[in-house]
Nanobody
Framework: QVQLVESGGGLVQAGASLRLSCAAS????????MGWFRQAPGKEREFVAA????????DYSDSVKGRFTISRDNAKNTVYLQMNSLKPEDTAVYYC?????????????????????WGQGTQVTVSS
């Protein structure tokens, strides 16, 4: 079992930055690909970013590419999402997720159903 706990959300103005953290339990964290997803009110949950087990390979949705950066610290069992130049349309609940289907996979998935474990989410609100 893996437990994921997100933190770092909040209310900010457009153009500001936030860094989300996701702390994971379990010794196998370093073998998992990790992802960030978000869900805005009235919308389906959508992919934001993914990172493979080593941090060497990352992937982003077009809407956040160039503004958000996903990273991880396996020694701390933590994955991060640095969010810069925030826009009101980034307002959502942000979830981190762990994919342990293929340990040490070279890539993280952008597909929600391929993730096995999910955190409870953290709210990000960007005002205009």
């Amino acid at each position: 079992q893996v437990q994921l706990v997100e933190s770092g959300g909040g209310l900010v103005q457009a153009g500001a930055s936030l860094r989300l953290s996701c702390a994971a339990s379990g010794r196998a964290f370093s073998s998992y690909a990790m992802g960030w997803f978000r869900q805005a009110p009235g919308k389906e949950r959508e992919f934001v970013a993914a990172i493979n087990w080593s941090g060497a390979n990352t992937d982003y949705s077009d809407s956040v590419k160039g503004r958000f950066t996903i990273s991880r610290d396996n020694a701390k069992n933590t994955v991060y999402l640095q969010m810069n130049s925030l826009k009101p349309e980034d307002t959502a609940v942000y979830y981190c997720a762990a994919d342990n289907r293929i340990p040490y996979s070279d890539y993280g998935s952008d597909t929600e159903y391929e993730y096995d474990y999910w955190g409870q989410g953290t709210q990000v609100t960007v005002s205009s």
